[in-house]
């Protein structure tokens, strides 16, 4: 049987699967992983966040405040992964092909984004939303979404010095039918084909992270309805599920290629 990797493993395969050709723009490396896990699974709960910094993650006493009424939980993790995160990372090929099965696991994926430039970043399958409670920035508001919409969030990292970046994180609900509509990107506006887009700006927090960091970002507490919970939890055949989203910083290079501004990672 397979050898069971380590986190460190795990994050260094997909490193490598990292092949960029030289230019002259400079680019900076996340590493996004998704992981799903049964509620309540012992690994999500004390054993991860006992490891896990929540107070320097967020120095915004209120907005660390905010996102944990609201059902999200925020903390980074330094290059010593948490030894809850190197099992849930360290499975073998064998065991994870036997746990997507039960849609239990996870997804990783590579990206490269120009500082300042932004990615797409889903949260939940497309559904129907009903009832999540939006905390807008003049009062809460209980909203409901037809069928194919989506929790996202949209990151935008940008280089602050050398191995560090400063990432700005902004859930998101995409909904509606698709169309042209006219988009803000780092040189002006442009038309890009998408469904309508609801900012959740009071949500919108920051977080610093260095070469080797990375931010986990899920859902906290029962509300159901709760943005947490619309995010972070889905209901499946095997019961309620819950995901944590892993954004990692890779690396920061000085010579890698021009990419578009935007990109979807799902």
């Known amino acids: 049987m397979e050898k069971s990797k380590t986190a460190a493993d795990f994050f260094k395969s997909a490193e490598n699967d990292l092949d960029i050709p030289e230019t002259n723009v400079s680019t900076i490396d996340l590493e996004v992983v998704t992981l799903h896990r049964p509620v309540g699974d012992p690994l999500l709960g004390d054993q991860l966040w006992n490891e896990v910094d929540e107070m320097s993650a967020l120095i915004d006493v209120e907005m660390r405040k905010s996102l944990g009424k609201n059902g999200i939980r925020v903390g980074v993790v330094g290059s010593s992964y948490p030894t809850a995160l190197e099992e849930l990372l360290g499975m073998t090929t064998d065991e994870q ?83 042209f509509r006219p988009t803000g990107n780092l040189t002006g506006w442009d038309q890009k084909y998408s469904q309508r887009i609801l900012p959740i700006f009071s949500q919108r927090f920051e977080v610093e992270l260095n070469v080797g960091e990375m931010v986990i970002i899920t859902s906290e507490g029962d509300n159901p309805h709760s943005m947490g919970h619309h995010f972070f939890r889905s209901h499946q055949e095997a019961g309620d599920m819950q995901r944590l989203t892993l954004i990692r910083l890779a690396q920061m290079n000085k010579s890698t290629p021009v990419i578009k501004s935007t990109r979807v990672v799902r």
């Open 97 to 179: 092909s036997l746990l997507e099965e039960n849609e239990v696991g996870f997804v990783k994926l590579p990206l490269t984004i120009r500082s300042g430039g932004e990615a797409e970043i889903d949260c939940s399958l497309a559904k129907s939303i009903q009832g999540i409670r939006i905390p807008m920035l003049d009062g809460d508001e209980i909203s409901d979404f037809p069928e194919n919409s989506y929790c996202k969030l949209r990151i935008t990292p940008r280089r602050i010095q050398d191995g560090w970046i400063k990432m700005e994180i902004l859930p998101e609900i995409h909904h509606g039918e698709k169309a």
